[in-house]
Structures are given as structure tokens and as C-alpha cells.
């Protein structure tokens, strides 16, 4: 009696697994109808499949399954493929508040389901959510960023090559070229082998080397040039690049700061920044006007 009673238990905790997962494999099919919603849904199942998978008996019921866990695979793994692909940097950046709640919610939720190789990609995503959205938070970026190589160090050693990779993209982006180059040496140290991302931290880390030894023998002043040339020749990623490592020398090389030229330069700068930032606003205003006219 008590066997037959504990099987009848088994099959429904299964199935209520099962219809969870199609529920949030139904809602994800639709999302590009109805992203809040389907979001809301997603995260509400998530909470009940939590709660089931906190009990180690029902997890032990359910890992033992195959063709639950199969399930299990096929539903959770497109959405951080969504999520991955649909959510650029400029569309966080330009994202509502409602919208990004909801998807660092669904993250967070999924970052509690057992552990397992995607928990690592979870990670990465929220760090990129973190980093680009309207309130950048920084910390939260980078505390993902170092669970996602904890992880990989202590159980997916594949996956040091993207995570490593991806800090070094952090450090880089907050300007602090040492840290980005250290990473990006240790992505060049492993095996060429399955290694997606030698070449790329090959190519950056001999780039940025090169660019931390100029800092030591070319006047700051330079970079600042450099940076306001790039920018009236409308190669802006040449000129933030230049300008930001004019700000990282200024402060490791402040003495330079007393050359009385320096300050002519730098209003002339600020003065070219401003002017190009008012033209990209008006050009932004403008084709938003003409979207909104063509609806």
C-alpha cells in the first residue's frame, strides 16, 4: 500500500513539473505578443518549479525521469537564448523600467534552479543587464562576472575561455586596463584547442599592451589630440577610445597634468564632445519624430 501510495506521489509531482514546463514553454512561444505578460507568467511558473526542486526527494524523482529532464532542457535553454540574442546593449540601454524588472527577475529565478552549465550563462546575462541598463550597476555586474569564473574553474573548464573574455570586455569598458589585460592573458594562456577566443584576446591584448606602453612615453596631451581628431572626422569609437585612455593616464600620470597646455586642450575637447553630443540628440529626435509620423 505504501508503495503504491509513494509511485501515485512520484507521477504527480512529475506531472505538476511537466505542466509547469509547458506552461512556460507555451507563455515563451508567444512572448514577442505580449513580453510583459509572458515574462510575469514565466517567472510566477519558475517560483512553483523552485518550490517543487526544493525538496530533495522530489528533485532526486525528477532528475531520474529522462524525459522530464529532457523537458526540462528544451524549455529553459531557448529562453536565455532569447534573451541573449534579443536583448542588445543599445536596447537595454533604451529599456523601460517594467521591462527590465521582469527580466532580471526571470534571471534571478533561474540562477536558483540546480545548478548546472547554463546556471554560468544566467550569470553573464544578468552581468550584461547590469552593466547596460539605465542605472548601470557596476558591482552587481562584476560580482556575476566573478561567480560565472568560479564556476567554470571549479566545474566547467570550458567555459573559462568566454568568462575570462567577457571580465576583460568589463574591465575594459570601465577603463581599467591592467585588470582587462590580465584576463585577457590568461584567455590566451589556454589550449588553442576549442579555444573560440584566442585569436580575439590575442589581437586585444597585443593592442592594449601596445597602448599601456605609449601612455609611459607619449605626452597624455596627445591622446587628447588624438581623441578631438577622431571626433571631427566622425570615427567616434576611435575618439572614446583615445579619451579614455587620456582618462586612465591622467590618473596614473598626474604629473603630466601641470603642462600649461593641458588645459587649452581639454576645454577645446569638452567644447567638441558637447558640439558632436547635441548633433547625435537633434539626429536622434528627428528620426524619432519620423517613426512616429510614419505609424
Known amino acids: 500500500m505504501l508503495s503504491v501510495q509513494k509511485t501515485q506521489d512520484k ?30 507568467t514565466i517567472a510566477t511558473h519558475l ?10 526527494s522530489h528533485l532526486k524523482e525528477i532528475s531520474a525521469d529522462t524525459k ?16 541573449h ?27 536558483q534552479l540546480p545548478p548546472s552549465k547554463i546556471t554560468i550563462d544566467y550569470h553573464l546575462l544578468r552581468a550584461r543587464i547590469y552593466f547596460f541598463a539605465w542605472f548601470e550597476d557596476v558591482e552587481k555586474s562584476l560580482k556575476d562576472l ?19 573574455y567577457m571580465r576583460a570586455n568589463f574591465y575594459k569598458n570601465t577603463h581599467d586596463y591592467d585588470k582587462a589585460l590580465s584576463d585577457l592573458k590568461i584567455v590566451c594562456s589556454f589550449p588553442v584547442e576549442d579555444n573560440d577566443y584566442f585569436t580575439a584576446a590575442q589581437t586585444e591584448y597585443t593592442y592594449l599592451k601596445k597602448k ?28 572614446i577610445q583615445n579619451f579614455s585612455f587620456f582618462l586612465y593616464g591622467v590618473e596614473k600620470y598626474k604629473p603630466q597634468l601641470s603642462d600649461p597646455k593641458f588645459k587649452k586642450e581639454l576645454d577645446a575637447a569638452k567644447k567638441d564632445f558637447k558640439k558632436y553630443t547635441k548633433v547625435l540628440l537633434d539626429q536622434l529626435k528627428i528620426e524619432n519624430d519620423e517613426s512616429k509620423n510614419s505609424e
Open 47 to 56: 517560483e512553483r518549479l523552485i518550490f517543487l526542486l526544493k525538496s530533495k
Open 85 to 111: 540574442s534579443n536583448y542588445t546593449e543599445s536596447e537595454i540601454r533604451l529599456m523601460d523600467c517594467e521591462k527590465l524588472h521582469y527580466i532580471i527577475q526571470v534571471l534571478d529565478l533561474l540562477i
Open 212 to 239: 599601456m606602453a605609449e601612455l609611459k612615453t607619449i605626452p597624455l596631451i596627445d591622446f587628447l589630440k588624438e581623441s578631438r581628431n577622431s571626433l571631427q572626422k566622425n570615427e567616434v569609437l576611435s575618439a
Open 68 to 83: 522530464l529532464m529532457d523537458e526540462y532542457d528544451q524549455c529553459l535553454y531557448p529562453i536565455m537564448d532569447h534573451i
Open 11 to 40: 507521477k504527480e509531482i512529475i506531472d505538476q513539473v511537466s505542466t509547469i514546463l509547458n506552461t512556460i514553454n507555451k507563455n515563451f512561444k508567444k512572448i514577442q505578443l505580449d513580453e510583459i505578460g509572458c515574462l510575469n
Open 146 to 164: 566573478n561567480y560565472a569564473i568560479k564556476k567554470a574553474n571549479t566545474s566547467w573548464p570550458r567555459r573559462r575561455y568566454d568568462t575570462y
